[in-house]
């Protein structure tokens, strides 16, 4: 591969020798790539990436351009994320959909979370190491076209969590002072607040995230005692619980949703430290990912729960009119006009959560290949917001419904995925391996990546494990059905993993042998 050309050069043809020579240079200088390819529009661009707008999209970040050392934002970025207003509604609906007692509620939430946490930590090793965005990592176990399906799965969930993300925020503003502010309207005001740090950044998202936390975690100590003094009744739950085969059930399905929570964030994890030093140790990222998820996720998911089992009629009529953003609403009622404002920064909590939903769409429509990659991020990070805010808008009265399912198949893809990646990285990709680590030049090269064969089939195998192992309120599976009472049990994640987990290495194998990539 030839030196990156001079983009300052008269004749640019002769100095783009090759595609790759492009995505050499665009490593290097991604601000003076975007800018050649827009002709007019080129000094407009050039001014806005001056002003601090970030020019990189998927594009891999050289070694020597690794400007950050701070590996503590793996923790504070992740702990702002999810000590949020809508972590909360996770853990209303252990008791709200499933009928789980506390005791129960909890152990789901701090089981099924630690596996997910675990999965998605992991995920996040592969930044720093690679430089590379997490749906362009995949190209090296699925090839180019199933790191595209992935690209493409990833935008529907970023996407899904946006709108359940704008429509709580937009909800609990519209609570504040009902029948003042339209649910419409608090919408779209969450919306463009997510917009503008995720417009200018990857450096503004880190800025954000690295303080948001301190705010939100006095709010959930709030909530934890204004909740405690409204009388919390660990054993109001016990009545209505199911026994046997359907307790277990229940606690399968409620627990997919924990798992999907953590999860979730896997398909993003390495979109935020992939500026960092390629030797920070894998394990110093990993545990301070895996806190990071763990104890704000668990603790405010447990704040849900329990939140659920205040008897006071007051505060189940706030439910029942007002899903969670009403008993919230409730719940900071006795602080009169302070209440009001907490309510406020609650709502307003939603942007840190939100965010890497925005900035991280905007990546995997740039992961879907060339043509898009060549259009500036920031774009693609305002069509998502589009998308999202309208999406809201219109699913704005099915809130629990539209989050219990989305949740749920989101954590069947996310298992398969992180299986893949993972038997990829240790098996085939370890140091005495067959394929001996990443050629990692070879990021946007299909030629020198795998064919994906195999990882589309062990995709294929698991997408199967989750349709016979699912149970929602559309479709329960055949093992579904077994494994639970009346409605069946959710194994849809459990088998999506095992399928995959089973048939990929052989798969690879074969691959490796026959094609030699």
């Not at 001079?6 to 043809?13: H, I, L």
């Not at 219990?404 to 299986?419: D, E, G, Q």
């Not at 009346?486 to 849809?492: K, N, Q, R, S």
């Amino acid at each position: 591969m030839s030196a990156p050309p001079d983009y300052y050069t008269e004749d640019k043809e002769k100095a783009l020798s090759s595609v790759e020579d492009e995505v050499v240079y665009a490593e290097v200088a991604p601000d003076r790539v975007i800018a050649s390819r827009f002709g007019t529009l080129g000094p407009l661009l050039s001014r806005l990436f001056a002003s601090g707008v970030e020019a990189r999209g998927v594009e891999r970040v050289p070694e020597n351009q690794r400007e950050s050392k701070n590996a503590w934002n793996n923790l504070l970025m992740w702990w702002s994320v999810n000590t949020v207003l809508t972590t909360i509604p996770v853990g209303v609906l252990a008791q709200s959909i499933y009928t789980l007692s506390f005791g129960n509620a909890v152990a789901t939430i701090l089981c099924f979370g630690a596996l997910g946490g675990v999965a998605t930590a992991f995920i996040a090793t592969l930044g720093p190491i690679t430089g590379l965005r997490t749906m362009i990592i995949t190209r090296f176990s699925s090839g180019y076209c199933g790191g595209t399906i992935y690209s493409v799965l990833n935008i529907l969930t970023q996407l899904g969590f946006s709108t359940t993300a704008v429509i709580l925020g937009g909800q609990t503003l519209a609570n504040i002072n009902p029948g003042t502010l339209p649910l419409v309207v608090g919408i779209v005001i969450i919306g463009v607040c997510c917009l503008i740090p995720c417009f200018i950044g990857y450096n503004m998202v880190h800025v954000y995230e690295r303080y948001a936390w301190m705010v939100t975690s006095v709010i959930m100590l709030f909530l934890w005692g204004l909740g405690g003094k409204a009388g919390y009744d660990i054993n109001a739950q016990k009545p209505f619980e199911d026994t046997g085969r359907a307790l277990s059930a229940d606690i399968l399905s409620f627990g997919g949703i924990v798992f999907g929570s953590f999860s979730g964030w896997a398909p993003v994890a390495a979109d935020y430290n992939c500026r960092l030093p390629a030797d920070t140790p894998a394990m110093r990222v990993f545990l301070l990912t895996f806190f990071g998820l763990f104890i704000p996720i668990c603790f405010v998911e447990i704040l849900g729960a329990a939140l659920m089992t205040i008897t006071d009629p007051a505060y189940i009529n706030a439910f029942a009119d007002g899903s969670t953003g009403g008993l919230i609403a409730q719940v900071l009622s006795p602080w009169g006009h302070f209440g009001q404002f907490i309510l406020v920064l609650l709502a307003l909590s939603v942007i840190a959560n939100n965010i890497p939903n925005t900035y991280s769409t905007g990546l995997s429509i740039q992961a879907l290949g060339r043509p898009f990659a060549i259009i500036p991020r920031f774009f693609w990070v305002f069509i998502a917001f589009v998308v999202y805010t309208v999406a809201g808008v219109a699913g704005r009265e099915h809130f629990s419904v539209i989050l219990s399912n989305f949740l749920s198949i989101l954590s069947y893809w996310t298992a398969f995925f992180i299986v893949i990646v993972a038997e990829e990285h240790f098996i085939f990709r370890r140091k005495n391996g067959p394929l001996g680590g990443y050629n990692l030049d070879a990021y946007d090269t299909p030629s020198k990546l795998p064919l994906g064969i195999a990882g589309i089939l062990a995709m294929c195998f698991g997408i199967a494990g989750a349709v016979v192992g699912m149970s929602e309120v559309w479709y329960t599976g055949p093992l579904g059905k077994m494994a639970g009472a009346a409605y069946g049990a959710d194994l849809g994640f459990e088998l999506a993993a095992a399928f995959s987990a089973v048939t990929y290495p052989p798969l690879r194998a074969l691959e490796i042998k026959l094609i030699g990539r």
